[in-house]
Structure formats: C-alpha cells, structure tokens
C-alpha cells in the first residue's frame, strides 16, 4: 500500500514529479507513482482518485501543465490532502499552471508549491505525515540540521577563502 500517490498527466512531467520521489524513498514513505490524463482518460482518472482511499494514500501529489485540472480534479474526489506541482510551459512559462492550480474555488483546496517545485512537494507531504508520526518528524528535523550545516559549511568556505577562491 502506498501512503503517498504521485500522479501526473505525462511523462514529460517525469523530471520534476521524481524530485518528489527521491524525498519520498529519503524518508522512508511508500508511495505510487502514475501518469494519467484526466483530459484523455476521465475514466480512467477517475477510477484512481476514487480509489485513493481505500488503496491506503493519504497524500496526493499532483503535477499538471497549462490547465492544470489533474490536481484540481484530484482534490474535488480525493477526501485528504492534495498538493499541486505547476509545470513550467514553453508559452506561459508555468504561470498558466500556476494560476490554475491556486484559483481552486472556495471548499476545493489544492496546497501548491513554485513552478517545477517537485522536492518542495515531497516535503510538504512528508511534513503533513509527520503530523500524526513522531518518529518522521524527528527525521525532518534531522534533514532540516543538515540544511543548516550545508549553509554553515559554505559561509565558512567563503569567509576562510574569499569569493576569488571560493571552491564548491
């Protein structure tokens, strides 16, 4: 059973929804990842956010283009939390996405994170599990201390070394 169901509405989204993949196996979360367009295949899209439920998910995340419906529609069938991953477009630039996904009507919530935000996606899952898991939420204050120590890292790199010699 997977407690995070990532879809998205092809696989040109790939590169971006596996960000939120690699978080999700970082911290140890089961998850399923599917590509099905709610515009081509309705049945079949909704034959999977009908069943989300009941396969164990407990998050979804939704990654869409241009007019983004796939979170949208997830979040009208889907009982629990939703999060959107605008794409960025060659047209608009991902704020066609963008805008689609965060003018959901009112009783309709998506959580949405920036343009390609795959990684942040994955966080905002594992934190929205972490509410009721103690044993996750130590591990994401752990992951945060790391971040921490990456920047500490790198300012001491600088300021040991100065920009003109600063080594990545």
């Keep these: 059973m997977a407690t995070v169901s990532i879809v998205m509405g092809s696989d040109s989204d790939m590169p971006v929804m596996a960000k939120a993949a690699d978080i999700l196996e970082e911290f140890g979360i089961s998850y399923e990842m599917r590509i099905i367009s709610a515009h081509r295949e309705p049945d079949t899209f909704f034959e999977y956010a009908k069943t989300a439920e009941e396969r164990g998910v407990k998050v979804i995340i939704a990654g869409a283009g241009m007019a983004a419906h796939l979170p949208g529609m997830c979040a009208a069938i889907f009982p629990m939390p939703v999060i959107g991953i605008p794409m960025h477009t060659t047209s608009l630039g991902g704020r066609d996405s963008l805008y689609s996904i965060v003018q959901m009507p009112s009783g309709i919530p ?7 935000g795959g990684q942040n996606a994955g966080l905002l899952a594992v934190k929205m599990l972490a509410v009721s898991d103690a044993g ?20 001491a790199n600088l300021q040991e070394n100065g920009y003109k010699n600063y080594s990545k």
């Design 110 to 116: 998506v959580a949405t994170v920036a343009i390609n």
């Design 136 to 155: 996750l939420l130590n591990k994401l204050k752990d992951y945060t201390q790391k971040m921490k120590e990456a920047v500490e890292k790198k300012d």
